[in-house]
């Protein structure tokens, strides 16, 4: 049982590539999210997934899209990467039995 | 909006001393509240939760969290700090079912010898 499993660890970009971020969890939760988590800001939310096949935006979602590709996966895309995206950026999933978030152990990307 | 406040950005404590983190939420419904600890490089690791009940919660590694609504509040106290609980904690509030939490900015614990 390995929880939120995230890949890779560490990116690093350059301004205008574009890049996926994997998250997969093997809890059988169905609504999973992505935050990214800045220095002095806690942590934001970009997009969350209620249930397979569902998306909706979150609090800072500009220059993100994500892809729920089945009730294990869910993606976070940067088409374009600038600058303002680095940052850490985690996955969770939520057990809706006892309505808890479990994290991921984050990617670190940087754009330069 | 719900809001969480942290005040405290930076916290020193000696190892043995207690301590006391501090939370304030604002939340128009009854919240779901929750404390995390993020050890460098870490993700995010569930120390406690409250959703009801006993305003007194018990967590894993010897915390424990005291919700007050009249204050708002719901902080973090441990009576022991160990060099191993130096990290960073955010206290964040949700709602049964609603999609996300709302996280506090954290607070960085550093144990001195």
């Known amino acids: 049982n390995a929880g939120v499993t995230q890949t890779p660890k560490f990116q690093v970009l350059k301004t205008g590539q574009s890049m996926t971020l994997q998250c997969a969890q093997d809890m059988n939760h169905n609504s999973m999210y992505w935050y990214r988590q800045d220095p002095g800001m806690g942590l934001r939310l970009i997009y969350y997934s209620a249930s397979e096949g569902t998306t909706d935006k979150g609090e800072v979602p500009n220059g993100y899209n994500v892809s729920r590709l089945n009730k294990r996966e869910f993606s976070l895309r940067l088409e374009s990467a600038a600058p303002s995206q680095t940052s850490v950026y985690f996955c969770?999933?939520?057990?809706?039995?006892?309505?808890?978030?479990?994290f991921g152990p984050g990617t670190r990307l940087t754009v330069l | 909006a719900q809001s969480v406040t942290q005040p405290d950005i930076h916290i020193t404590v000696s190892e043995g001393a207690s301590l006391e983190l501090r939370c304030n939420y604002s939340?128009?419904?009854?919240?779901?509240l929750f404390w995390y600890v993020q050890s460098p490089g870490q993700g995010l690791q569930l120390l406690l939760k409250y959703f009801s009940g006993d305003t007194l919660v018990q967590g894993i590694k010897g915390f424990e969290a005291e919700f007050k609504r009249s204050q708002s509040s719901f902080n973090l106290r441990k009576p022991s700090v160990h060099w191993s609980d130096a990290a960073e904690y955010f206290c964040?509030?949700?709602?049964?079912?609603?999609?996300?939490?709302?996280f506090g900015s954290g607070t960085r614990l550093q144990v001195q010898p």
């Open positions: 964040a509030v949700g709602a049964k079912g609603r999609r996300a939490l709302t």
């Open positions: 939340y128009g419904a009854t919240p779901y």
């Open positions: 969770a999933s939520r057990d809706r039995v006892g309505d808890t978030q479990y």
